[in-house]
């Protein structure tokens, strides 16, 4: 984005909570929503003569999730200690990394753009604060030594827009290999913008400010939106940007200065005594990199270029892991796998399987109609068997009792009619029964055909072919003219 | 009589575990009066422990190497249940809500905790004298101090109030007391006992040990307490299980180095003649002593004294009242709430040490301080792997000088410093180390005998101390 002769750069720190059994550090439930302090040890809660065990699951989940983005594996990272006093933090200092992530120089494509990640870190989440009455505030240790991965991005972010489909790439990478829910509003993702302006063409960053309290995409969309305006502002009023925190109000819509660099924390961070250098050993980054999916930007290159499929399509079948396996799986199973077809089936699970789950405000379940059953139907329908009608009509049965296509068309006997010599002697009947239609057609009036084939579906329960009786008829009176 | 043969009377049914005890309360009580040895005593539930072990002796199970024998441990080690107060205001009422490692190892071979001992403030002294609870005296001389920080730990076993303690070892903190008290104390190497319930002074140089009146029940308790933990992942496995045996070999043959730079100024005279005259008898005993160098020496009192406050600031952050612990009666914010707690929580030295971490670890002197010094400790351990290269084991005095008055030092840290000297090496490098009685200067103060083996090598540390043990009895 640029207006006013600026150019925006923004970089983006994301923090996400890793999907283990256990928190980081301790052998405490990783879990969110339940009783405050119900999950907590003397480990977890910083008493005195405790020390951390870093789970080998976050390792992994963390070590997964720099391959998927592209990032060289360190075989030796090293956590250190992050100070700083706060009552959600109960040693008053965070086990983080610093010098040594696990995971560094990685990044995302956004189609043709691609955006560098500098780095992944693991790290301990803090408690919860908890204000309750006018003069007591509140501590929950639930969350404290959850496992978290910190994201950075290079500064190579040019608009908010961007920022936010960043962060959607990243969500979908990191849901795809199970490594977290990322879900804004709940907390397990949570994202801190830096953003600056520089004179376009400029190759010198200008002065930044870091956007925090965003909870949603939509959200570090607005405030990067209003937070470039306000610098906007600032410098093109001959006036300096001050490099602070900036707090986001949703509610206003705007930033307030929460702390400026002077009032900046010094961690002093320094190596974690309590824990040896972390070595991950070749063999088991290569298991851990043959564990990852194949990921969303791949399958939805698959999609187009080998399937045939809109780019529309693609990107609604890899929205999730779950929509796209099953895509694939019920494919797989498509006797007739012409690029109709696969069109077909896209559409018969996008439009009509999606739409009822939405509808239902469910999320994607692929046990109301498995895959077997998705791709025999929609063979029914390519090979002629049934009519699309039909096909809608059978999916609500199916959808309703998760029965096979088969089992309804057996049971109503909804079979298509393509038999010639049936259709031909329910057109007659048709023809006869209805001289004054018939005459009318004869005049020249061709749109009374339609209420020739109606009565003939009406007559067949809707099972003619469609497309035979139209021409049935048609044959058939043009024969008496 | 030492652990074993007391143990066996206890398992033959000559004395019960209870009898055993009454035998030691007395003493216990009378030296708690005079040597101020405990912080917390445990009377009531050792009377019923030693109980609970007879009714299970009666039952048929006498197992436990430490079967009844009464001991004692640092107030620093969590005992579940029990205060664990770290000499500190700021955890003066602090119950301990889990057991370390160490402690649940001893109660597992039968131990009988009597008491929390004495010691200073978060273990942050060596002398024994910034302990809230008053300092621990020197049953040598009670105008003295029993050496610190494991004061009450060295003293109590000193007083024959226990058969053995436990202390923690930063930079000297059993063999030091150990020396000045005239007992047996052990460093082992970095890792052979869990620190897991360890209230952590400085995490990358504490180590737990063993004090004892004799070598063999330092090794005892030892092999008792020793042993990779899941808990501790700092922790190393010892890889073997029975240390009492290197104290029973014999006929192995060492080399022993002197290190000149431990030999030098500073070194009290008496102290001096008597390392030499050990060394002398350990001749004329077949082992060849060779004069030796750690070029190195002079950094490590510098180094140690970024290293530990810099770990420690970090360590003590969590004493903030807001959880548990000291919390000032009334503060306006959270910031007086926690400046306040600390100030009023904290005593002098804990405070200055907290500032000199503070210091060392802030950004822009992060380099030339912290990062410097762990060079440093680089550097030595280069320095002792070359030295024992030439030699099996190296002698020196465990301090300059015996146990000093009290009050003495109390007001020249630098001064209180230097009596760590010969110790801190040791858990710069993280080095088993062990301090031996060798008789008393003409005060009729103990003189202490420091051994210190290579990495890993505690059983042949052990060896040696035995050795150095038997000339002077
Ligand atoms: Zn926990």
Redesign the interface.
């Known amino acids: 984005m640029n207006s006013g002769g600026y150019e925006t750069v923004i970089g983006l720190e994301v923090h996400v909570h890793l999907k283990t059994q256990t928190k980081m550090f301790c052998r405490c439930r990783n879990l969110f929503g339940a009783q405050p302090n119900t999950h907590v040890c003397p480990v977890c809660t910083g008493q005195p003569g405790v020390l951390p065990v870093a789970n080998g699951k976050a390792i992994e989940q963390a070590a997964r999730a720099g391959l998927a983005l592209g990032c060289r594996i360190n075989s030796e990272s090293v956590f250190a200690r992050k100070q700083y006093f706060y009552p959600d933090l109960p040693k008053n200092y965070q086990i983080s990394q610093y010098e040594r992530p696990i995971a560094e120089k990685g990044h995302i494509m956004l189609g043709d753009r691609k955006i560098n990640i500098t780095r992944a870190h693991l790290e301990e989440d803090a408690g919860k604060l908890i204000h309750a009455e006018s003069d007591v505030s509140l501590v929950d240790y639930n969350r404290t030594g959850t496992p978290l991965l910190e994201i950075v991005s290079e500064p190579e972010i040019d608009s908010p827009q961007e920022a936010a489909e960043y962060l959607k790439e990243l969500r979908q990478v990191l849901r795809y290999c199970g490594i977290s829910d990322c879900d804004m509003e709940k907390g397990s993702m949570r994202c801190d913008a830096n953003v600056s302006l520089r004179k376009k063409g400029s190759k010198e960053l200008g002065v930044k400010t870091e956007l925090k309290n965003m909870n949603s995409f939509k959200a570090v969309e607005k405030a990067l939106e209003y937070e470039i305006k306000r610098q906007e502002k600032v410098l093109g009023e001959g006036g300096r940007i001050t490099q602070e925190t900036r707090l986001w109000n949703e509610d206003k819509g705007t930033t307030r200065s929460m702390r400026s660099k002077e009032e900046a924390h010094d961690y002093r961070y320094f190596p974690e005594p309590d824990l040896p250098r972390l070595v991950i050993e070749a063999e088991k980054i290569k298991s851990i990199r043959d564990s990852i999916p194949e990921l969303p930007a791949a399958r939805r290159r698959r999609y187009i270029v080998q399937t045939g499929l809109s780019e529309y399509d693609a990107g609604v079948l890899t929205q999730e892991k779950e929509i796209s396996d099953y895509f694939d799986a019920a494919c797989g199973m498509l006797g007739d796998k012409s690029s109709e077809n696969i069109k077909k089936l896209a559409n018969w699970i996008t439009v009509e399987l999606l739409g009822k789950l939405n509808a239902e405000g469910s999320g994607f379940r692929e046990d109301v109609i498995s895959p077997p059953h998705m791709a025999e139907l929609v063979g029914y329908i390519g090979a002629g068997t049934i009519s699309g009608k039909m096909g809608k009509d059978i999916f609500e049965i199916m959808y309703n009792k998760g029965v096979s296509p088969g089992e309804v068309i057996r049971e109503k006997g909804l079979k298509q009619i393509t038999d010639g010599d049936q259709i031909s002697a329910v057109c007659r009947e048709v023809i006869e029964s209805s001289p004054d239609i018939v005459d009318k057609y004869m005049q020249g009036k061709d749109g009374v055909l339609g209420v020739l084939v109606g009565n003939v579906m009406k007559k067949t329960r809707g099972q003619a072919n469609p497309a035979m009786v139209n021409a049935k008829l048609r044959e058939l009176m043009g024969r008496r003219q | 009589m030492n652990i074993k043969d007391t143990v066996s009377k206890i398992k033959s049914g000559k004395q019960s575990c209870r009898e055993l005890l009454d035998e030691y309360i007395p003493v216990i009580l009378d030296g708690q009066e005079k040597l101020n040895t405990y912080i917390t005593l445990l009377l009531d539930s050792a009377k019923e422990r030693a109980e609970s072990l007879d009714a299970r002796i009666a039952a048929g199970d006498s197992s436990g190497d430490l079967l009844g024998i009464p001991v004692a441990i640092k107030d620093?080690?969590?005992l579940s249940g029990t205060r664990?107060t770290?000499g500190s205001k700021i955890?003066e009422n602090?119950i301990s809500?889990?057991t370390?490692t160490a402690v649940g190892k001893l109660i597992d071979a039968g131990a009988v905790i009597v008491g929390k001992t004495n010691m200073d403030e978060f273990a942050m002294g060596s002398s024994g004298e910034t302990s809230f609870f008053g300092p621990a005296r020197n049953p040598n001389d009670p105008d003295r101090i029993p050496g610190g920080s494991s004061s009450g730990s060295a003293a109590c076993v000193a007083d024959s109030q226990v058969m053995g303690s436990l202390g923690s070892d930063t930079g000297g903190s059993i063999r030091q007391p150990a020396a000045m008290c005239g007992v047996v104390g052990m460093k082992p190497t970095y890792g052979y006992v869990s620190?897991?319930?360890?209230?952590?002074f400085?995490?990358?140089l504490d180590q737990i040990g063993p004090f004892a009146s004799n070598v063999e029940d330092a090794a005892r308790i030892f092999t008792v307490i020793a042993g990779f933990d899941?808990?501790?992942?700092?922790s190393i496995a010892p890889g073997e299980s029975d240390f009492v045996r290197w104290v029973h070999e014999k006929g192995m043959k060492l080399k022993i180095g002197i290190p000149r730079e431990y030999m030098g100024g500073g070194l009290s005279g008496e102290i001096h003649n008597r390392i030499a005259d050990t060394a002398r008898r350990l001749e004329r005993s077949g082992f060849e002593i060779k004069d030796i160098s750690l070029p190195l020496t002079k950094y490590a009192v510098a180094a140690y004294y970024i290293v530990a406050p810099?770990?420690a600031?970090?360590n003590l952050?969590?004493?903030?009242g807001?959880?548990?612990g000291y919390r000032t009666p009334s503060p306006d914010d959270?910031l007086e709430e926690?400046k306040v707690s600390r100030q009023e929580g904290f005593g002098d030295e804990v405070k200055r040490r907290i500032m000199i971490g503070?210091y060392a670890?802030?950004?822009g002197y992060?380099d030339a301080y912290?990062l410097k010094a762990q060079r440093v400790r680089r550097l030595m351990e280069r320095d002792f792997q070359e030295a024992f290269g030439d030699v099996d084991i190296i002698l020196s005095p465990t301090s300059p000088t015996t146990a000093f008055k009290l009050g003495e030092k109390t007001q020249d840290p630098l001064q209180m410093y230097l009596s760590d000297i010969y110790t801190i090496s040791c858990n710069l490098v993280g080095l088993p180390g062990i301090n031996v009685p060798v008789g008393k200067d003409s005060a009729g103060l103990p003189i202490g005998a420091q051994l210190i083996a290579p990495w890993r090598c505690d059983g042949k540390l052990l060896y040696a101390a035995r050795q150095v043990e038997k000339i002077y009895e």
Do not use: F
Not at chain 2, 195 to 200: K, T
Not at chain 2, 230 to 234: G, H, L, M, V, Y
């Open positions: 620093n080690m969590m664990t770290c955890l602090y809500p889990y370390a620190r897991y319930g360890l209230v952590a400085a995490s990358s899941e808990k501790d992942s700092t810099a770990e600031s970090a952050a969590r004493y903030d807001v959880k548990y959270l926690y503070t670890l802030s950004s992060y912290y």
